[in-house]
């Protein structure tokens, strides 16, 4: 596969060049072909390779023209050694790597740097409309100031795009809940997961920084450029009274100071002369080197532009205890890899409190240093980021391909955007063919125009397949099941019901127009028998509105779907949400959260159908899937039908007391990868006793 890549490189210095530097050879591992387009400089990286080239910018428009390129790949980051990138993905669509949602301030280079007042202005009024032009009107003249925090100027680039690569669940969700319906793959930060001897580092540090960190010293980090939403002056504070308690404590801040925002006159005002050191910027070497040093790192964000911190991440996989903002992408990491404080008036309290509780108790600094190590390595290894880079660009690149290109059966940990497109039908053929699927009782029909809005995005959200691809639809009802085939490629469509093992029943299912379609239907009893299937299986495993039935062991069908999933293959799920607007109102208002909390009136022959046992929160979802050991990819929430007339009054409720408005939809969508064996069989609050 030949690949466009545009990114800054060493020695433009940048988070972003170190991420691409150690992200390319990993690329060329997995057999691409490279053309890095950079601006007018030398990259310094000592890489060859014979797939690899690097060119300047302006030759890039011919050879895409020319049809050289399978996809284009542009990073996106806040800082001016962007500006030629963003130019290009504006007017040349190819896949974003967004390191940031709010680009205010690369826009800003773009236009007020070079006095381009005009069309600063018109993008302004194109992301946030007139009253916010009118205003962008009056900053030339220092009446105002521009908006950076609230207007993130990147309606243009996302309308124009492909596709986009995101590193957080946060950033997936913000581009979701801003309406652009380009498809969103997650992708971890990689990260490498170095052997250094950290007695050395330190020796190294202590002489960079003059001071006397022997074995003895606490030494505390922050590494990155010191901005003034990282908190710096927060962090100084907290360190001050930390440094009365324990006067061999000493604070590295291992970047630039911002220029609008110094550092040292408040150094001197706390009297930290002798224990607080500005390094500056340091290369990328040095940099791990200082991480290493350190007994525990500080990485806070407020407010945050969507990114996430390549610092926080090399810290990660150096196993160094880290306390983080509990906010945007920060809340994706498992609550033990690292300590999450509120953002606010609090921090410094907080801050303070938490960097004693780490000094002194050294079994909390091993135990969180251990599993923030593990996580690096089963999540954000370099291997596996390019492995997932290398599956979503052949799968985009087959989505822009011409329509007689066959299509491929690479799966994608693709975050849906509603706008997966199918070679075979549009989406609304896909609606008709659902509902032409639902017409064999009245019963059925009913369902189906109920579920609608579920069954369609559960289709879309599903990875697709390929003619040697297999799927397993388990709580099968025969309406989306068609559609696996017809819409998303799978070349076998199994289904799974209740009954006894052994079982199986031949389903057949007649459109309206005719169309005829067929699978095998296995039974057993999803919490409690052995499925009747090999180990791996299964590319792609369906269990739509079937867990909240489960009345004893969801973690048994867990388990089981993890066997009978290949690795890297991907589990649908969906389930009512406990914790949605309705479930809200419901309780305001004096009853049952439940959305379906009735017993079941016996049949005639006295048969019940399953009633549903347990609704579950959207961040229990997320904890079953990391439970058995697969990734969460996507965890969302929406309606199946229309929403609450009452949505507006409880939101506005919500947000008065200054509650979390995410995943409050009645439905929760989560898309986990299997990235490895279950990895606890009975989860601490699912389970009792624990």
């Known amino acids: 596969m030949r690949l466009a890549y545009f990114s800054p490189l060493n020695p433009k210095p940048s988070g972003i060049s170190d991420y691409s530097e150690a992200l390319l050879p990993h690329l060329l591992s997995c057999g691409m072909e490279l053309d890095v387009?950079?601006?007018?400089?030398?990259?310094?990286?000592?890489?060859?390779?014979?797939?690899?080239?690097?060119?300047?910018?302006?030759?890039?428009?011919?050879?895409?023209?020319?049809?050289?390129?399978?996809?284009?790949?542009?990073?996106?980051?806040?800082?001016?050694?962007?500006?030629?990138?963003?130019?290009?993905?504006?007017?040349?669509?190819?896949?974003?790597?967004?390191h940031e949602f709010n680009i205010h301030y690369?826009?800003?280079?773009?236009?007020?740097?070079?006095?381009?007042?005009?069309?600063?202005?018109?993008?302004?009024?194109?992301?946030?409309?007139?009253?916010?032009?009118?205003?962008a009107r009056r900053i030339p003249s220092g009446e105002a100031v521009p908006d950076y925090?609230?207007?993130?100027?990147?309606?243009?680039?996302?309308?124009?795009?492909?596709?986009?690569?995101?590193?957080?669940?946060?950033?997936?969700?913000?581009?979701?809940?801003?309406?652009?319906?380009?498809?969103?793959?997650?992708?971890?930060?990689?990260?490498?997961?170095?052997?250094?001897?950290?007695k050395e580092a330190r020796r190294k540090l202590a002489s960079l920084s003059v001071l006397p960190l022997d074995d003895a010293a606490i030494v505390i980090g922050v590494f990155?450029?010191?901005?003034?939403?990282?908190?710096?002056?927060?962090?100084?504070?907290?360190?001050?009274?930390?440094?009365?308690?324990?006067?061999?404590?000493?604070?590295?801040?291992?970047?630039?100071?911002?220029?609008?925002?110094?550092?040292?006159?408040?150094?001197?005002?706390?009297?930290l002369q002798n224990s607080v050191r500005i390094l500056g910027y340091i290369p990328v070497n040095t940099f791990v080197e200082g991480l290493a040093a350190c007994d525990m790192c500080i990485n806070l964000r407020y407010p945050t532009a969507g990114e996430t911190s390549g610092s926080f991440l090399r810290a990660l996989g150096l196993g160094k205890p880290s306390i983080v903002s509990d906010i945007g992408s920060f809340q994706d990491m498992p609550e033990d890899v690292a300590i999450r404080i509120p953002a606010g008036n609090k921090e410094v309290d907080w801050l303070y409190e938490y960097m004693k509780l780490l000094i002194e108790d050294s079994g909390l600094r091993l135990a969180i240093s251990a599993r923030a190590r593990d996580f690096a390595s089963a999540h954000c290894a370099w291997p596996v980021v390019a492995n997932q880079y290398v599956s979503f660009l052949k799968q985009m690149a087959t989505a822009y391909a011409p329509a007689d290109t066959p299509v491929s059966g690479v799966m994608i940990s693709t975050a849906p955007s509603g706008n997966h497109t199918s070679p075979r039908m549009s989406i609304e053929e896909l609606e008709d063919y659902i509902v032409g699927f639902s017409q064999a009782t009245p019963l059925m029909e009913?369902?189906?125009?109920?579920?609608?809005?579920?069954?369609?995005?559960?289709?879309?959200?599903?990875?697709p397949g390929g003619p040697d691809d297999r799927v397993l639809e388990m709580g099968c009802y025969m309406q989306m099941t068609p559609a696996l085939r017809a819409y998303s490629g799978y070349g076998e469509v199994r289904g799974a019901y209740f009954g006894d093992l052994g079982d199986v029943a031949h389903q057949k299912a007649v459109s309206i127009t005719?169309?005829?379609?067929?699978?095998?239907?296995?039974?057993?009893?999803?919490?409690?028998?052995?499925?009747?299937?090999?180990?791996?299986?299964?590319?792609?495993?369906?269990?739509?509105?079937?867990?909240?039935?489960?009345?004893f062991d969801p973690m048994h069908m867990m388990a089981e779907i993890n066997r009978i999933l290949a690795h890297g293959g991907h589990l649908v799920l969906s389930t009512p949400n406990i914790c949605s607007y309705r479930s809200v109102n419901a309780v305001l208002y004096g009853y049952h959260p439940g959305l379906f909390q009735a017993y079941i009136k016996p049949k005639e022959d006295g048969t019940v159908d399953p009633r549903h046992s347990r609704e579950y929160a959207p961040r229990e979802i997320a904890g079953l899937m990391e439970a058995a050991g697969f990734q969460v990819r996507l965890l969302e929430t929406?309606?199946?039908?229309?929403?609450?007339?009452?949505?507006?009054?409880?939101?506005?409720?919500?947000?008065?007391?200054?509650?979390?408005?995410?995943?409050?939809?009645?439905?929760?969508?989560?898309?986990?990868?299997?990235?490895?064996?279950?990895?606890?069989?009975?989860?601490?609050?699912?389970?009792?006793p624990p």
């Open 514 to 551: 005719g169309e005829i379609f067929e699978c095998e239907v296995d039974l057993f009893n999803a919490e409690k028998d052995r499925y009747p299937y090999p180990d791996g299986q299964f590319q792609t495993i369906l269990c739509c509105e079937l867990l909240e039935h489960l009345a």
């Open 638 to 688: 929406g309606n199946y039908a229309k929403p609450d007339e009452n949505l507006p009054a409880i939101q506005q409720m919500l947000m008065s007391i200054q509650c979390s408005q995410e995943l409050r939809g009645d439905v929760i969508y989560c898309v986990g990868q299997k990235t490895g064996p279950v990895r606890d069989r009975w989860p601490k609050g699912f389970y009792y």
């Open 446 to 463: 009913e369902y189906a125009l109920v579920h609608l809005k579920r069954l369609i995005h559960t289709v879309q959200i599903t990875p």
């Open 37 to 98: 387009f950079v601006d007018d400089y030398k990259p310094s990286l000592p890489l060859r390779h014979e797939n690899l080239r690097f060119r300047n910018w302006r030759q890039f428009e011919e050879d895409h023209q020319a049809g050289r390129y399978d996809s284009v790949l542009y990073h996106i980051g806040n800082n001016p050694y962007h500006i030629y990138i963003y130019d290009l993905a504006v007017r040349i669509p190819g896949i974003l790597v967004l």
């Open 106 to 135: 690369l826009f800003a280079d773009a236009t007020i740097t070079r006095q381009d007042w005009e069309g600063y202005i018109r993008e302004v009024e194109y992301n946030a409309g007139p009253a916010a032009a009118d205003k």
């Open 149 to 198: 925090t609230l207007i993130p100027m990147n309606r243009r680039l996302l309308e124009n795009s492909q596709g986009a690569i995101v590193h957080s669940d946060y950033m997936v969700r913000l581009i979701k809940q801003s309406g652009y319906k380009l498809p969103v793959c997650k992708i971890p930060h990689g990260v490498e997961i170095p052997d250094i001897d950290e």
């Open 224 to 271: 990155g450029f010191l901005k003034p939403y990282k908190r710096i002056r927060e962090t100084l504070l907290a360190f001050s009274r930390i440094h009365r308690e324990f006067p061999n404590s000493y604070l590295i801040l291992g970047g630039e100071e911002h220029p609008d925002y110094p550092l040292k006159p408040l150094i001197d005002e706390l009297r």
